[in-house]
């Protein structure tokens, strides 16, 4: 095979991921053929573009799609199926897939960890463009320099943003950045369990932000836990350590501060835009009457007089019609922003 | 005193609360006299229109916007310093502050918690809407109806939200909605220590979500869990206590499905909009090049079908020069909005 002609794709496995890339690599010319366990949904997938049926010839490079629990068997499966293809697979942890690659063989297997986001499953939710601008993590292991190369040729074809890691320090990090924050989030949420209505209302974005993926459906996540176990128990007793140390406390709240101390060097380390360092952008909180064209016309008032606004986050008042709504801007144009929306009438509510 | 005539207030603290509770009484014609213990804050405090100097006349309602370690000592000195007044306090913990009042003379001192957000400090930072469309909760305790009323009508001056509690039931609350989560974030945050910069890269929007609030300052809330370590330490035992059920599980995964379907449900009881049921308004996600103007044309284009944004989450990519920004929309507009940003040339990331 040629670098520049495409390699015949097969998918197994026609969820959400499965189904984006089979529509991502069609989109682009590629030969693909996808299947899955369940007919409905193999047939769902090939119904809205991510691919045909496997014929007789064997495909190059498979790529293995299914839930986490199965992707380890699913893979020995594929490498011993088609003697001559490239193996990769798309789930959330990857040495015990690499590990159950490495019992067959090793030299065309490679790990894949594309970092979709959304928990939203299905193949009725697949785009071709679902992983654009997203890290996509690429583990070599002993893969040969052919395997790592035509995994990452889909990588970057579907746009995604590739980071080559080893498959360990890679589910030693997604134990800390993603699976620990899932399970301690979940755990802060079940915490307001003996609390009243009333007193659930009082909660405030903090809360809002701090447990907004506890809303997340825990099927996938109970597969990640299982094959990511080791790694997670480590962050786990992390986190458990660091909040016995302030429940245990002589002084709960120098214990406190010695934690947020800590807290905050990690989060100024969390990327913000660019991969740059985290900006430090001045929120203009505004009251916004909840009414169709609000946002738009306050957007307006602020490009008007040329202030890009960095982000944006709503809250919503449980008891009142209004928003408030803050506009994250550079420093240097907070003042001209502030000017500028009160002399709109925009009632500000903090700086 | 007619309940028409305004009191005259006297602020002890000339912080953030105290400078912004000064500003809106005086807006609204109050007259207001401010101190504090740092001459300059306090200087700084009237020069923004917060309030007086105290003069001979002894005040009727005294606000104490002190930090909550030294709240309870100064509510005490102002119950005694001025024998006729009301006394009130903001501090975010009640029941010890309840105490402190309660061996001077109950009936004068009413508790309150203007839940004002941000964690932004000092008189500069003041506005007299800092509490508009925000909690305010009041904690009558054994107080008159004359010192209700009257800091109920401070609370409804600044146009707080008013939510009347007992100080007990608000400090055992809190702990769960604001002070065991705040702990939480920054042990989760912590976790991060062990990480190479480029791990930390593979953050996604979960881990800034949960971390957000790891970024404040540790000086006032060292005083809060102090004060309310009793109701923080039942609320860290629980969290602890479902983080080592997940961690020492024969099964991992049915533990955590376990604990997320708890967190669910809870998650679900946090209000949405004016207090009704959390609306289960549908994502979708827009690849808006990072340009000044685009975020504005994107909303003008979701307004022109008259599509009403409901919340917007702006996701920045670490490598690119991208935003993948998420229009929230009620379910039975998305195919609109979907139809006219394609229609528009935007890029659908996911739905």
Chains 1, 2 share one sequence.
């Not at 890339?21 to 996808?34: F, K, N």
């Not at 495909?59 to 499966?77: R, Y």
């Not at 090793?106 to 890290?135: C, N």
């Not at 992390?238 to 709960?252: F, K, M, N, P, T």
């Amino acid at each position: 095979m040629s670098e520049s002609a495409t390699p015949r794709v097969h998918i197994v496995g026609a969820g959400l991921i499965g189904a984006s890339v089979g529509i991502g690599l069609s989109a682009d010319g590629w030969a693909v053929t996808i299947e899955d366990v369940n007919d409905e949904s193999a047939r769902v997938a090939r119904a809205i573009g991510a691919g045909g049926v496997l014929g007789d010839e064997s495909p190059e490079l498979v790529v293995v799609a299914a839930p986490p629990s199965v992707a380890p068997a699913v893979v020995q499966q594929a490498l011993r199926a088609w003697a001559d293809a490239v193996v990769t697979d798309v789930a959330s942890v990857k040495q015990p897939i690499a590990d159950a690659a490495t019992a067959v063989d090793a030299s065309r297997y490679v790990g894949s960890h594309p970092m979709a986001g959304r928990e939203i499953s299905g193949a009725t939710a697949a785009q071709g463009d679902l992983f654009k601008a997203r890290p996509w993590v690429v583990c070599p292991g002993q893969a040969s320099e052919h395997a790592v190369s035509l995994v990452t040729r889909v990588a970057r074809t579907l746009q995604g943003d590739v980071v080559v890691m080893d498959a360990a320090a890679h589910d030693a990090a997604v134990a800390r950045v993603s699976h620990a924050p899932q399970v301690a989030a979940s755990a802060v949420a079940a915490a307001l369990g003996p609390l009243r209505h009333d007193d659930v209302a009082l909660a405030g974005q903090g809360l809002r932000d701090v447990t907004r993926i506890a809303a997340s459906h825990p099927a996938m996540w109970a597969d990640i836990a299982r094959l990511n176990r080791e790694s997670l128990e480590v962050t786990l007793d992390h986190i458990i350590g660091d909040l016995e140390d302030v429940r245990e406390a002589d002084d709960i709240g120098e214990a406190l501060t010695d934690l947020m101390e800590r807290g905050r060097l990690e989060v100024a380390r969390i990327p913000g835009k660019h991969g740059g360092p985290t900006r430090d952008w001045v929120p203009i909180t505004v009251i916004v009457p909840d009414e169709p064209g609000q946002l738009l016309k306050l957007l307006s008032d602020a490009a008007a007089v040329g202030v890009n606004v960095e982000d944006i986050t709503i809250e919503h008042s449980p008891r009142q019609p209004v928003g408030l709504t803050t506009l994250h801007v550079l420093p240097e144009r907070a003042q001209d922003l502030l000017r500028a929306l009160t002399s709109h009438q925009w009632e500000i509510a903090s700086p």
